[in-house]
């Protein structure tokens, strides 16, 4: 016989709870959570359940069944032994209150199924007794698959619904509209945007494949996508056609995007509910401004959540085929920049060349000579191995592996290009005449 499902609004109901044991503890927690007024009848009782008494969140009487006990109760479970649970039921059933006796599928009206608790989503598995191993499958399987983030999603999805059936919407557009918000995923745990929602993504050194799964999940329901010039045309193209998409490049432009622009374009996006991916090559995090867009994303009070990517010195070590750090040469790697903020002290040549270890260079451009100045000058050895590589990832990538006395003699690589300093396997066998033009994809370590 097929049971019929239903979810129950027991709030304020009576439930009656025969045993006080832990099975009938873990039903007890379940009632009261659902609001309803649970009365437990045994003669002893576990200390959470004797504690809950003492705070009268449930009445407890310390004594056997009486039939009586099941006046006016909505539901009775009976979490003792099968014969003291049959009696129960037996009266239940003459009262017309719906029983379960634990774990005795004959002596029960009803059955608890394994659930999938999101808050207001609950997502509940019946196997119909045959196979509660089955149920409990079932059930992790769709936790990982609805994480704690929907309990907070699934409120949101209510209100944006009661807010359309408030507002003047035409009913079909609305039916679209929710059908399209309910086919998103929920940001991450614990964000509850209270308008839209800005999306901080590092998409890698250039090749789409480097970009992360969530980085393409999030791209695949973004309303704005700001990107910066890094951008290659293979991801742009991943953006879903429905978004806008805005370059914010502060280089390629015919006119310069100032940092308080993109900072104030983020947000106003945001607060008029849309979601905002902004979109960086590598990490996002990594010269990157971030940290600016992060203090105008708090100051206006939106939600935001950093997906990391694929810095490029991990891009251009792939590319060179190298370890950026290598126990045998030390044990630092630095991340520096050849730029820097105007009024910022220049970085401590001396201290890098000290530090032993090696150094990735964002944004040398055109400054390699200067640079191989300062770090001779802060004691670096001339014959320090180091890698140019322009364009990693990036189907034109290219590698050359020369020294620092040699940096200088570079010729120009098209940006962007990364620098590393120190790296194992930089240099091969005859430094004196290493400067070479390496193609991507060529083993030579
Ligand atoms: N946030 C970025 C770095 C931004 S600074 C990241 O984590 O990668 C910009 C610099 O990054 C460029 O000047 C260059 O030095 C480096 N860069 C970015 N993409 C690169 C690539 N595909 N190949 C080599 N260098 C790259």
Same mark, same amino acid.
């Given at each position: 016989?097929?049971?019929?499902?239903?979810?129950?609004?027991?709030?304020?109901?009576?439930?009656?709870?025969?045993?006080?044991?832990?099975?009938?503890?873990?039903?007890?927690?379940?009632?009261?959570?659902?609001?309803?007024?649970?009365?437990?009848?045994?003669?002893?009782?576990?200390?959470?359940?004797?504690?809950?008494?003492?705070?009268?969140?449930?009445?407890?009487?310390?004594?056997?069944?009486?039939?009586?006990?099941?006046?006016?109760?909505?539901?009775?479970?009976?979490?003792?032994?099968?014969?003291?649970?049959?009696?129960?039921?037996?009266?239940?059933?003459?009262?017309?209150?719906?029983?379960?006796?634990?774990?005795?599928?004959?002596?029960?009206?009803?059955?608890?199924?394994?659930?999938?608790?999101?808050?207001?989503?609950?997502?509940?598995?019946?196997?119909?007794?045959?196979?509660?191993?089955?149920?409990?499958?079932?059930?992790?399987?769709?936790?990982?698959?609805?994480?704690?983030?929907?309990?907070?999603?699934?409120?949101?999805?209510?209100?944006?619904?009661?807010?359309?059936?408030?507002?003047?919407?035409?009913?079909?557009?609305?039916?679209?509209?929710?059908?399209?918000?309910?086919?998103?995923?929920?940001?991450?745990? +614990? !964000?509850?945007?209270? =308008? &839209?929602?800005?999306?901080?993504? @590092?998409?890698?050194?250039? $090749?789409?494949? *480097?970009?992360?799964?969530?980085?393409?999940?999030?791209?695949?329901?973004?309303?704005?996508?700001?990107?910066?010039?890094?951008?290659?045309?293979?991801?742009?193209?991943?953006?879903?056609?429905?978004?806008?998409?805005?370059?914010?490049?502060?280089?390629?432009?015919?006119?310069?995007?100032?940092?308080?622009?993109?900072?104030?374009?983020?947000?106003?996006?945001?607060?008029?509910?849309?979601?905002?991916?902004?979109?960086?090559?590598?990490?996002?995090?990594?010269?990157?401004?971030?940290?600016?867009?992060?203090?105008?994303?708090?100051?206006?009070?939106?939600?935001?959540?950093?997906?990391? +990517? !694929?810095?490029?010195? =991990? &891009?251009?070590?792939?590319?060179? @085929?190298?370890?950026?750090? $290598?126990?045998? *040469?030390?044990?630092?790697?630095?991340?520096?920049?050849?730029?820097?903020?105007?009024?910022?002290?220049?970085?401590?040549?001396?201290?890098?060349?000290?530090?032993?270890?090696?150094?990735?260079?964002?944004?040398?451009?055109?400054?390699?000579?200067?640079?191989?100045?300062?770090?001779?000058?802060?004691?670096?050895?001339?014959?320090?191995?180091?890698?140019?590589?322009?364009?990693?990832?990036?189907?034109?990538?290219?590698?050359?592996?020369?020294?620092?006395?040699?940096?200088?003699?570079?010729?120009?690589?098209?940006?962007?290009?990364?620098?590393?300093?120190?790296?194992?396997?930089?240099?091969?066998?005859?430094?004196?005449?290493?400067?070479?033009?390496?193609?991507?994809?060529?083993?030579?370590?």
């Amino acid at each position: 016989m097929k049971l019929f499902p239903i979810f129950m609004k027991l709030a304020g109901r009576r439930v009656l709870v025969v045993g006080a044991g832990p099975v009938a503890e873990s039903k007890i927690g379940g009632l009261l959570a659902a609001g309803a007024a649970v009365t437990v009848v045994a003669p002893s009782a576990t200390d959470a359940v004797r504690e809950w008494a003492s705070a009268n969140t449930l009445e407890w009487h310390s004594r056997e069944f009486r039939p009586d006990d099941l006046d006016g109760a909505a539901l009775a479970i009976a979490a003792v032994p099968a014969s003291a649970a049959k009696a129960v039921f037996e009266e239940s059933r003459r009262r017309g209150v719906l029983c379960n006796s634990v774990d005795d599928p004959g002596n029960c009206d009803f059955y608890y199924p394994a659930v999938v608790d999101r808050g207001d989503l609950q997502i509940a598995i019946s196997t119909a007794g045959h196979s509660p191993a089955l149920a409990q499958r079932l059930r992790k399987e769709l936790e990982q698959r609805f994480g704690p983030e929907y309990a907070a999603w699934i409120r949101q999805l209510g209100e944006a619904r009661r807010e359309m059936f408030a507002s003047e919407m035409d009913p079909g557009a609305r039916r679209e509209r929710l059908h399209e918000i309910a086919a998103g995923t929920p940001p991450n745990a +614990g !964000v509850v945007p209270s =308008s &839209g929602m800005v999306y901080l993504i @590092g998409a890698g050194p250039g $090749d789409p494949e *480097l970009l992360t799964l969530k980085a393409l999940r999030i791209l695949g329901h973004s309303d704005v996508v700001l990107h910066d010039d890094l951008l290659t045309p293979e991801i742009l193209e991943l953006i879903p056609s429905t978004a806008r998409v805005e370059s914010v490049g502060k280089r390629h432009n015919d006119r310069q995007v100032t940092q308080q622009e993109i900072n104030q374009r983020m947000c106003a996006y945001a607060h008029s509910g849309k979601t905002v991916i902004r979109l960086k090559g590598g990490d996002g995090a990594i010269f990157g401004r971030a940290g600016e867009e992060i203090d105008a994303l708090r100051a206006a009070g939106i939600s935001f959540s950093i997906v990391p +990517g !694929v810095t490029a010195a =991990s &891009g251009a070590a792939a590319a060179a @085929g190298v370890s950026l750090t $290598d126990r045998r *040469l030390g044990s630092a790697l630095v991340f520096l920049t050849a730029q820097r903020c105007k009024g910022n002290p220049p970085p401590n040549w001396k201290a890098l060349a000290e530090l032993g270890g090696a150094a990735a260079i964002y944004m040398p451009g055109g400054h390699e000579a200067h640079l191989a100045e300062e770090l001779m000058a802060g004691g670096l050895d001339r014959q320090t191995a180091c890698i140019v590589v322009s364009r990693a990832t990036r189907p034109d990538e290219r590698v050359i592996r020369t020294t620092v006395g040699k940096l200088a003699d570079l010729p120009k690589l098209p940006a962007p290009a990364l620098l590393l300093i120190g790296v194992l396997g930089a240099v091969e066998t005859d430094p004196g005449t290493s400067i070479k033009l390496i193609k991507s994809k060529t083993k030579f370590i």
